[in-house]
């Protein structure tokens, strides 16, 4: 049974930091690549950032572009997403995805809320 399991999140203040653990268990961890969305309230799911299954290539939203680094650990099988400069508008919750398009596979986790505010 495939389960992403997210953590890490909570309140912080404007211009705060946190970092959004995923942990994999249940598949090959490595051979797939993992993104983060978010969907702040009354809003629809959004990408965040993807980093492939070796970490070598990574996207981010426009929106996060500077603030927010997605890494992997394939040791540990987690994905981490380190969020600085935090601002109201990145409250959401957080949400992990994990995907082999080869096979069509596609798993995502319950997600974990970040909430930014003063």
């Known amino acids: 049974q495939v389960q992403l399991v997210e953590s890490g999140g909570g309140l912080v203040q404007p211009g705060g930091s946190l970092r959004l653990s995923c942990l994999a268990s249940g598949l090959t961890f490595s051979f797939y690549a993992i993104s983060w969305y978010r969907q702040g309230p009354g809003k629809e799911r959004e990408f965040v950032a993807t980093i492939d299954s070796t970490g070598d290539i990574t996207t981010h939203a426009d929106s996060v572009q500077g603030r927010f680094t997605i890494s992997r650990d394939n040791a540990k099988n987690t994905v981490y997403l380190q969020m600085s400069s935090l601002k109201p508008e990145d409250t959401a919750v957080y949400y992990c995805?994990?995907?082999?398009?080869?096979?069509?596979?596609?798993?995502w986790g319950k997600g974990t809320l970040v909430t930014v505010s003063s």
């Open positions: 995805n994990a995907r082999r398009s080869s096979v069509g596979s596609n798993y």
